[in-house]
């Protein structure tokens, strides 16, 4: 099914403190601006998926959502799996799509942890809260210290990771943190939970964002302008809590990313740009080698000397990702996919023709991968 | 420990097991760190659960474990989640594998610049506002 379904319009809201805006209105705004980019009435759409909010996860939301909207979607839920759930929604629709079971799907995400309860973020571990444990950067932190003993990874190597992409989120007029970072003040910046510091976490923002998806020919004969062929997805779960996963250092990255690879016809290095779930530093640098993009271990060095700054060899969340452009988790990043395949990306790459993303949730539990190839 | 850290404190973020975890809990309050293995292929694990994790058998019992132990990884708290733990600051977060195989979350006592991963810990209980918990040593 290699490019057979296409993403025909991207939409989102304003990023950052948005007061008194629930997650179904967020919703609805990026929706009606995917909608409107794509070109497609409403009415047309046959297909409502969103990922839950995180912050505050409700029963049939999904079913809230479609009311709301005043449809009633042949195929329509939430999906429950933290951050990955975006690209693998856009999976199903997709295959969805291929077998007859809808014709044009509407995947989106919103949430309002900025303005709203960030609580889901702070929480604490079940009984080992007794110990202290407490919190999603600890979690991070936990992966990092092993990834840094275990291979040498240095402090300075997940720097150059926030250096990267906060240029290009300075760069980016719609993101929330426009202010570039350089790697002195990244050494200045204040531990959260050492070995992570506050520059080596994402933002915490209000936001939706929204993609409309239908099949190549569909999109011919509506006359979709630059629809962007799916070239391939993967999915790969750890699942387990890190107090529990057997090596901290591999997560189901690997085989997800193989299996998108896979499906596209591709290798690491056929891959033009990269949009990278960065909820943290080392989200970004284990996620690169689990893709095959630098061997198990040899992610610090691949990520510094600018290789993932815009004019390197891969470059990265180049809208500025969850580090500058939005926190919200991950929709972001394919919107921003899209983009670059479009042609059309604020720090666009030149003559991108592929675009891997990859969404991801919990510690590293879930994750999702999503290819995408140069629009027709 | 001073007396003051044994009082009882409101504040304590204090374990609430339920029923497959309850034993964990009370061993330890008896001087023990126990883990679970299961009786048909004898796989061993933490925390308490209703199934082996590997075959799926209803069927465990608790062991009692060596004390000896390896630091898998660790953190240092720089910032308070948590208003009982945000007046310990800095404070070490690790995970650490029992020599049974079992894992676990724990505190390591000392200095955290002497760590190492890898490095053999040995089993220190001690009461933190009154709940013992499963805490290590390097040695
Ligand atoms: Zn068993």
């Known amino acids: 099914m290699r490019g057979n379904v296409i993403i025909a319009g991207i939409g989102h809201t304003a990023f950052g403190k948005l007061p008194g805006r629930s997650t179904v209105s967020l919703n609805i705004e ?61 999976a199903f629709a997709a295959m969805a799509i291929e077998h007859g079971q809808c ?61 990267a992409i906060r240029r290009h989120g300075a760069a980016n007029p719609a993101a929330q943190l426009r202010k570039p970072l350089t790697l002195a003040q990244y050494r200045e910046s204040p531990w959260v939970v050492d070995p992570l510091r506050r520059d080596d976490c994402c933002l915490v923002s209000d936001g939706a964002a929204a993609v409309v998806l239908m099949s190549a020919q569909r999109a011919k004969a509506l006359g979709v302008r630059k629809p962007v062929p ?38 690491p290095s056929d891959i033009d740009v990269a949009q990278i779930y960065d909820c943290f530093t080392i989200t970004v640098l284990m996620t ?9 271990g040899q992610g610090g060095p691949f990520c510094a000397d600018g290789r993932l700054e815009i004019g390197g060899e891969l470059p990265v969340n180049t809208a500025g990702g969850l ?33 891997i993303v990859s969404n991801q949730g919990g510690i590293m539990h879930t994750h999702s991968t999503l290819i995408l190839g140069e629009a027709a | 420990m001073s007396p003051a850290e044994d009082m009882v404190d409101a504040t304590f973020p204090a374990p609430q097991p339920g029923p497959a975890a309850a034993p964990y809990w009370r061993a330890l309050d008896e ?52 208003e009982y733990y945000a007046t310990r600051l800095p404070y070490t977060v690790a995970v650490v594998e029992l020599a049974e195989g079992p894992r676990l979350i724990s505190n390591v006592i000392g200095d955290a610049n002497g760590l190492r991963i890898d490095m053999p810990l040995k089993l220190v209980i001690q009461r933190e506002a009154g709940v013992a918990l499963a805490r290590f040593a390097p040695g």
């Not at chain 1, 202290?132 to 040498?152: D, I, S, T």
């Not at chain 2, 209803?58 to 062991?63: G, I, K, T």
């Open chain 2, 31 to 82: 001087g023990r760190l126990v883990f679970q293995r299961c009786t048909a292929c004898g796989n061993a694990w933490l925390p308490g659960r209703t199934e082996c994790p590997r075959c799926l058998a209803p069927a465990a019992h608790w062991e009692t474990a060596s004390g000896n132990a390896r630091l898998v990884s660790w953190v240092v708290y720089h910032h308070g989640y948590h």
């Open chain 1, 288 to 296: 690169l080698e689990a893709y095959g993009f630098a061997a198990h």
């Open chain 1, 323 to 355: 580090l500058s452009e939005t926190g919200m988790p991950g929709l972001q990043l394919v919107v921003e996919g899209v983009r670059q395949m479009r042609g059309e990306a604020n720090l666009q790459v030149q003559d991108a023709r592929t675009c």
């Open chain 1, 30 to 90: 990026a929706c009606r601006n995917a909608l409107a980019d794509a070109g497609i009435e409403k009415d047309a759409v046959d297909a409502l998926l969103v990922k839950p909010p995180t912050s505050n996860p409700q029963f049939m939301y999904g079913q809230s959502l479609a009311e709301a909207m005043g449809m009633q979607p042949r195929v329509g839920g939430a999906w429950d799996q933290g951050g990955a759930a975006n690209i693998s929604l856009i």
């Open chain 1, 103 to 163: 014709e044009i799907a509407l995947v989106c995400y919103a949430d309002n942890p900025r303005t709203g309860s960030r609580h889901a973020y702070e929480k604490a571990w079940g009984d080992d809260a007794a110990y202290g444990w407490f919190g999603v950067p600890a979690g991070y932190a936990m992966l990092a210290r092993r990834h840094m003993e275990e291979f040498g990874t240095t402090s300075d190597q997940l720097g150059a990771i926030a250096v």
């Open chain 1, 230 to 267: 799916i070239l391939g997805f993967g999915q790969g779960q750890s699942s387990w809590d890190v107090g529990q996963r057997p090596d901290l250092t591999r997560t189901g990255a690997e085989i997800s990313g193989a299996t998108a690879l896979k499906m596209a016809g591709l290798r």
